[in-house]
């Protein structure tokens, strides 16, 4: 057990032979245990300087290390739910020396990726989404005729979304060759909720050796007659035999549970239920953070570690006086709650990155954490609002795509009262592509009834929130991952009437349109080139008036948004000003039509041509084609 993050690399001679997981089939079955020691304290020590997720990759070590084992990979598919535990998966695949750049620029991926490697068999990122992929590729080996064994590995918190059990009841119609792993430490990134994990918990304080004595028994009789039970032996199972009895129901060949840390009984079980064919399901136990001794009593804390950083870093980052943008929120949402009785709080397992913590505390009542169930989360606070409470749903960005169907009929047309709080939009550095909110603005600005704000900074954002939540229908506040730029004044409350922006430079020849935070990034070249800068607030409605007496004004426009382009805050000026018969040229900038893959979110910037001596560039080349 590790109680610090080693200083120096570890000493790891079996790792270090590890090319591939078919060097690790070499090895004898007693050599494993040292080999999952190993493998945990390089893990421990290269998260610690690259930066990354950290608690479930440790728990699956001695998981990955059987599924590798047992399995004839890459022929044999692994298909890994969310993506957060796969760096032991990605150090026993021949990535082991390129660990140290993941998630940086060029470097490997902090979740499975198809391009880099065939050990990846599914791009993935958001949850839920294993089940699905590995059926298809199953019934796609069927067609094609053959034979290989594919395997979906998700956890107890994945597996309550829709999606997945949608997955499940597909594939026991198919009859597919599909084995799921149900990996349970009941955690997500927080603490799992809701009745299904209620009920995992239910199963492992009641599992006995009769729970045991029966896996082996199951294991060994690969006859199909062998799944029925009769309810004489699941009531002699007790508790342990719910889950068999769920999953039997289903028509899934269930075994466990069994402890996901003990390599030779996963071994053991996963080469068992090779021998049978359909679908079937092996429900491992194992603890988030296993091994080290911090992360084991804080898994939630230890989700994730940021690299270790140089004391002059470090030091800048504490004396930036800005608070983060979901601190904002959470403080704005108690002090609304206070004063408003009718709201309540909605959120699809991202309490914490949310922001929503100190709410959840002070109004346990009327917080509702849904777990990963972003498309509930967004009727429920429908038929919230039918009964006159205002619910606030705080949801990323990249996860409200999850839920769009929902948004547009269950919400907008039908013209509730909901404030979405739509957290890291824009891009959000090390996650990637998979994590971006790029394209918020594109797609709720064309949804009727939907309001739309684009806070600059820290205390706009505050403005804002109470701008929306007071606004009657449906509503949207953006903001970005990090910090607001600007400290908060609670006593300065000037009004923020929803369509209207600010001017906040007067200037001639041009006019900068701004649409949220990336107005740090062009404050410098406004101010030394005398142009005019609004701070547009809102892309949904847009202060028409504003901008068409800006047009008259000045020479031409430039729109800036952290969105794409492509249907975006700028789209949305083209349009008003093709409406209104304005002519005159308009530079439109944000995100062009690609997945930005990652890096620093500064670096993102400059990549994007977003940050200010990108802005400068792409400003003066534009004025040099104009006549």
């Given at each position: ?107 490997l991926s902090g979740f499975p990726k198809r391009e880099e490697s065939p ?258 989360a967004v009727t429920l606070a429908a038929g919230l609002a039918c009964e006159g409470l205002k619910p606030v749903v705080a ?233």
């Open positions: 057990m590790f109680t610090e993050i080693p200083n120096q690399r570890p000493l790891t001679p079996l790792l270090d032979g590890i090319n591939s997981p078919t060097d690790l089939r070499g090895l004898a079955v007693e050599q494993l245990s040292q080999l999952a020691d190993e493998l945990r304290a390089f893990l421990l020590y290269s998260v610690a300087r690259s930066g990354g997720h950290f608690s479930a990759g440790l728990g699956v070590v001695e998981l990955t290390i059987a599924l590798h084992y047992a399995l004839n990979t890459p022929d044999d598919r692994l298909v890994w739910d969310v993506g957060h535990q796969t760096y032991p998966h990605k150090i026993l695949t021949g990535r082991r020396d390129r660990i140290a750049s993941i998630r940086q620029r060029s470097g050990y990846d068999t599914f791009g993935v990122g958001h949850s839920s989404t294993s089940i699905s992929a590995a059926l298809g590729m199953a019934l796609a080996g069927k067609q094609q005729g053959v034979k290989r064994e594919t395997v979906a590995i998700i956890g107890d918190g994945a597996i309550t979304a829709g999606m997945a059990f949608e997955a499940l009841n597909h594939a026991v119609h198919t009859h597919a060759d599909l084995m799921v792993v149900l990996n349970d430490n009941t955690m997500s990134i927080s603490k799992n909720v809701g009745g299904l994990a209620s009920y995992f918990a239910k199963i492992l304080e009641g599992s006995s050796e009769l729970v045991q004595q029966h896996n082996a028994t199951q294991l060994a009789d690969p006859s199909p007659n062998s799944t029925q039970q009769t309810e004489a032996e699941l009531e002699t199972l007790g508790a342990g035999a719910s889950a068999a009895a769920l999953f039997a129901e289903l028509g899934f060949f269930y075994v466990g549970p069994i402890d996901g840390h003990d390599i030779g009984a996963l071994i053991q079980a996963i080469q068992g239920m090779q021998q049978r064919p359909g679908p079937r399901l092996l429900h491992v136990v194992t603890r988030k953070g296993k091994g080290f001794q911090p992360a084991e009593n804080d898994p939630v804390g230890y989700h994730a570690l940021n690299k270790i950083e140089s004391e002059l870093t470090a030091q800048a980052k504490s004396n930036d006086p800005s608070p983060r943008y979901q601190e904002i929120f959470g403080a704005w949402l108690c002090e609304t709650a206070r004063s408003d009785k009718r709201l309540v709080g909605i959120t699809p397992a991202m309490a914490v990155g949310s922001g929503m913590a100190d709410f959840a505390t002070e109004f346990p009542g009327r917080f509702f954490d849904v777990a990963i169930a972003e498309q509930h949801i990323y960005s990249t996860f409200l795509q999850r839920a769009y169907d929902q948004l547009i009929h269950d919400i907008a047309l039908q013209n509730l009262d909901v404030l979405f709080a739509i957290d890291r939009a824009g891009l959000v550095g090390e996650d990637g592509a998979s994590h971006a909110g790029a394209f918020d603005l594109s797609f709720l600005r064309c949804i009727p009834n939907m309001v739309v704000a684009t806070p600059s900074d820290a205390h706009q954002c505050r403005l804002l929130l109470s701008s929306a939540y007071h606004h009657s229908g449906p509503a949207a506040v953006r903001y970005p991952r990090g910090r607001g730029h600007s400290v908060v004044d609670v006593e300065q409350s000037e009004p923020a009437p929803v369509g209207k922006g600010v001017q906040l430079e007067k200037g001639s020849d041009l006019c900068v349109l701004n649409f949220g935070s990336l107005i740090t990034e062009v404050q410098p070249l406004v101010k030394e080139r005398h142009y005019t800068l609004c701070d547009m607030r809102w892309a949904k409605p847009l202060d028409a008036e504003l901008i068409l007496s800006m047009a008259a004004s000045h020479r031409g426009l430039v729109t800036l948004e952290e969105n794409a382009v492509a249907g975006g805050a700028g789209s949305a000026v083209l349009e008003l000003l093709q409406k209104n018969q304005q002519t005159l040229p308009v530079l439109t900038l944000g995100l062009e039509d690609i997945f930005y893959e990652q890096a620093s979110h500064t670096e993102q910037l400059a990549i994007a041509g977003l940050n200010a001596p990108g802005i400068k560039a792409r400003i003066d080349l534009w004025l040099a084609g104009l006549p």
